[in-house]
């Protein structure tokens, strides 16, 4: 007997018995759609129709670009959408379960796009796009690579109202652009998934949206409440500690003459360099003053040209040892251990990336 169905033991066809035997049918599912989707016409009945004629070479070759750009167009603004916010890894084939978990495929099922209206997995998930867009942009699927590219527009225009993080999606499409023209200027040389001409709207976007972002006016807002020069000393101080970037420090004792001298603080940065970097690491770039002091400011961007900082996330992805599933900790997965809690553990974006190297 035939399966019907998704099964590993059948190939999923239906099939029908007649006269002469056995034969495979089309689901009516497909049959429907095809006379719900008028609009869903081959290229070839269009391009054989009696009116063809009617048009020269040139006007056909502008008909198929036209009808190619169309098309990318409004796929692109589609995305795939999953009920589990989870996803099982596996990276070989057993007899349940054929083929492997790629990158393109967790980056569809772990709905990334609700993740960054979250300010706690926001820089989580920039940050893991910069990794993709550094080194595994070309093992993204055609799909993947929509929902990459349809996020990215998300997170852009959430900077240009919010005005919030502007400097993270700077760098982000920094490393995109980047990436792009190396891959596009080596196009035979390396592998890219889809048209050449689609990467290219796609990096002429990019600039778009970087000329965006530059050209983002921060407007000044009008309170008659407390302000930041009216708090003390020590509270100013205490919000300058709390910070783990150099750069939002920097930034932050701009705003008042106040401020800039409490940036400059040595013991700020002194703290800094020690959460984010490791002794043996200061002692290879020591960086002394006419006075023989530590310029801990100086030391901590030189640190940071040759080592990575440490990495601090509100929220990120959590993989179950268990159950060998990548999920997010608020939407939970079906977990069958007796302890689900010991099971977890924290993914950092390099570890997402890693956890799909063969």
């Known amino acids: 007997m035939p399966f019907l169905g998704q099964d590993w033991r059948s190939p999923g066809w239906s099939w029908i018995k007649t006269e002469d035997g056995w034969k495979r049918c089309e689901s009516w599912s497909r049959d429907l759609d095809r006379e719900n989707n008028p609009c869903n016409v081959s290229h070839s009945i269009i391009l054989n129709s009696d009116d063809e004629e009617i048009f020269s070479n040139e006007e056909q070759e502008y008909t198929s670009k036209k009808r190619k750009k169309d098309h990318f167009r409004n796929d692109t603004n589609t995305q ?42 926001f820089t989580y998930v920039v940050k893991l796009l910069q990794l993709i867009a550094k080194s595994q942009l070309t093992s993204l699927s055609g799909v993947a690579q929509k929902n990459y590219f349809n996020i990215l527009d998300k997170i852009v225009q959430k900077v240009l109202d919010d005005h919030q993080n502007p400097r993270l999606i700077k760098d982000l499409l920094q490393d995109l652009s980047s990436t792009l023209c190396i891959l596009i200027r080596g196009v035979g040389k390396s592998v890219l998934v889809g048209n050449i001409n689609i990467w290219i709207c796609r990096l002429e976007t990019i600039l778009r949206w970087q000329q965006q972002l530059q050209n983002l006016q921060v407007t000044k807002q009008v309170n008659d409440g407390l302000t930041l020069s009216d708090l003390p000393l020590h509270m100013l101080n205490n919000i300058l500690y709390r910070f783990s970037d150099g750069w939002d420090i920097v930034t932050l004792g701009q705003v008042t003459p106040t401020l800039s001298v409490l940036s400059e603080d040595r013991q700020l940065w002194k703290r800094l360099c020690q959460y984010h970097f490791a002794e043996q690491q200061f002692c290879r770039h020591l960086i002394l003053s006419e006075k023989g002091h530590v310029e801990w400011k100086l030391m901590y961007f030189a640190l940071q040209k040759h080592y990575p900082p440490r990495e601090q996330y509100g929220d990120t992805l959590h993989f179950c040892r268990h159950c060998s599933i990548l999920f997010w900790k608020d939407s939970g997965h079906p977990c069958t251990a007796a302890d689900p809690d010991s099971c977890f553990m924290p993914v950092s974006p390099q570890h997402f990336i890693d956890l799909f190297k063969f």
């Open 80 to 121: 795939c959408f999953y009920r589990e916010k989870w996803i099982y890894v596996h990276k070989e084939s057993t007899r349940e379960r054929h083929g492997y978990c790629t990158l393109g495929e967790a980056f569809n099922r772990l709905d990334f796009s609700s993740a960054i209206q979250d300010i706690r997995r």
